[in-house]
């Protein structure tokens, strides 16, 4: 689909009809409706949650943060809107892995990554350097910013839809 102001019902039916068919054959639970898709595409503010890349009048896809092969549920509170690339390079990963993936190579966070890594106990504004020499535990580490605490967590509610 391509991110717009206004989403085309049509399209957003056959997307929530693909996504259920998939979720059925994955035994995972939850329904998808075209006005549920809608709302939550509309709430990503037309950037990739992910890696914030902006999406208007691009190709977006909707990404099921805990995937449906790893037990993740068919409803709008675990989907993101991701632009494709991140959607390809996530694929089955647990999505706490994938967000410190992307944390470490870009040294920002989304509101996404941010409520990961809280959420997993994964403390991400320190990268310790790779290699010591003649210790056990790196010597030195990096500071990757301090804006990391001030960014609020989601509060998405499992609503059923």
Same mark, same amino acid.
């Given at each position: 689909m391509i991110y717009a102001d206004r989403l085309d019902e049509g399209a957003l039916a056959g997307y929530a009809a693909a996504l259920n068919a998939r979720a059925g054959r994955a035994g995972a639970a939850g329904r998808l409706t075209a006005s549920g898709l809608r709302d939550r595409i509309l709430e990503s503010g037309g950037r990739c949650e992910w890696c914030a890349v902006d999406l208007w009048r691009r190709d977006f896809e909707l990404d099921h943060i805990v995937s449906l092969k790893?037990?993740?549920?068919?409803?709008?509170?675990?989907?993101?809107?991701?632009?494709?690339?991140?959607?390809?390079?996530?694929?089955?990963?647990?999505?706490?892995?994938?967000?410190? *993936?992307?944390?470490?190579?870009?040294?920002?966070?989304?509101?996404?990554?941010?409520?990961?890594?809280?959420?997993?106990?994964? *403390?991400?504004?320190?990268?310790?350097?790779?290699?010591?020499?003649?210790?056990?535990?790196?010597?030195?580490s990096v500071d990757l910013g301090a804006h990391v605490n001030a960014i609020p967590p989601y509060t998405w509610a499992e609503n059923g839809s």
């Open positions: 790893r037990g993740g549920a068919n409803r709008a509170a675990n989907l993101v809107v991701a632009c494709p690339d991140c959607n390809r390079r996530k694929s089955q990963k647990h999505p706490a892995r994938f967000a410190a *993936e992307l944390f470490r190579e870009r040294g920002c966070q989304t509101p996404l990554i941010a409520r990961l890594l809280r959420q997993h106990g994964i *403390e991400a504004r320190r990268q310790m350097t790779l290699f010591a020499e003649g210790a056990r535990e790196p010597a030195t």
